[in-house]
Antibody, heavy 119, light 108 residues
Framework: QVQLVESGGGLVKPGGSLRLSCAASGFTFSDSYMSWIRQAPGKGLEWLSYISSSGDTIYYADSVKGRFTISRDNAKTSLYLQMNSLRAEDTAVYYC????????????WGQGALVTVSS | EFVLTQSPGTLSLSPGERATLSCRASQSVYSSYLAWYQQKPGQAPRLLIYGASSRATGIPDRFSGSGSGTDFTLSISRLEPEDFAVYYCQQYGSSPFAFGGGTKVEIK
């Protein structure tokens, strides 16, 4: 069965960095588009970043452009999000999600990783 | 900037009633690439509808989607107890792949 498991969340000070990982299994990861989406406490969903199956096409939301970097390792069936210059407003649960049928709506989601940015 | 506006913010209904949720886009959604998700507390979202009107695998037929261009609707024909949740629309035709702010369907 399809599984997406995020890790790497935690407490970080403003201005700090964190790297999230998403371990994928149960499907052909190298054929799949992937994205990161976050949800601040009590708030709605915010799409952050997309990466194509080969990694040659990447998009970012304006809110994270220049601070966050998405990447993938198809050999390790893993997705990553490097987050730099973190701010209090980046506090959220971060989800990785698989694109449905090579699109950018999402049929499988991880359980989420909580990132808290606070001094 | 692509903005999706969902209304109402909260819908108070009883089990067995019909729910109608709206999602309006600030510009036309390319090729009706509009999806709907359901989210329950403490859980990740679940894909309900893609392509504006196609049900995802395993989604009951009481859920239906319609619309095109800038106006889209999610309907739940007869609310079951497990349908009380927050619903989000998302456009995925062009980046940024924005979500709407959500509609909470609560028990009246």
């Amino acid at each position: 069965q399809v599984q997406l498991v995020e890790s790497g969340g935690g407490l970080v000070k403003p201005g700090g960095s964190l790297r999230l990982s998403c371990a994928a299994s149960g499907f052909t990861f190298s054929d799949s588009y992937m994205s990161w989406i976050r949800q601040a406490p009590g708030k709605g969903l915010e799409w952050l970043s997309y990466i194509s199956s080969s990694g040659d096409t990447i998009y970012y939301a304006d809110s994270v452009k220049g601070r966050f970097t998405i990447s993938r390792d198809n050999a390790k069936t893993s997705l990553y999000l490097q987050m730099n210059s973190l701010r209090a407003e980046d506090t959220a649960v971060y989800y990785c999600a698989r694109g449905f049928r090579l699109s950018t709506c999402f049929d499988y989601w991880g359980q989420g990783a909580l990132v808290t940015v606070s001094s | 900037e692509f903005v999706l506006t969902q209304s109402p913010g909260t819908l108070s209904l009883s089990p067995g009633e019909r729910a109608t949720l709206s999602c309006r886009a600030s510009q036309s959604v390319y090729s009706s690439y509009l999806a709907w998700y359901q989210q329950k507390p403490g859980q990740a979202p679940r894909l309900l509808i893609y392509g504006a009107s196609s049900r995802a695998t395993g989604i009951p037929d009481r859920f239906s989607g319609s619309g095109s261009g800038t106006d889209f609707t999610l309907s739940i024909s007869r609310l079951e107890p497990e349908d009380f949740a927050v619903y989000y629309c998302q456009q995925y035709g062009s980046s940024p792949f924005a979500f709407g702010g959500g509609t909470k369907v609560e028990i009246k």
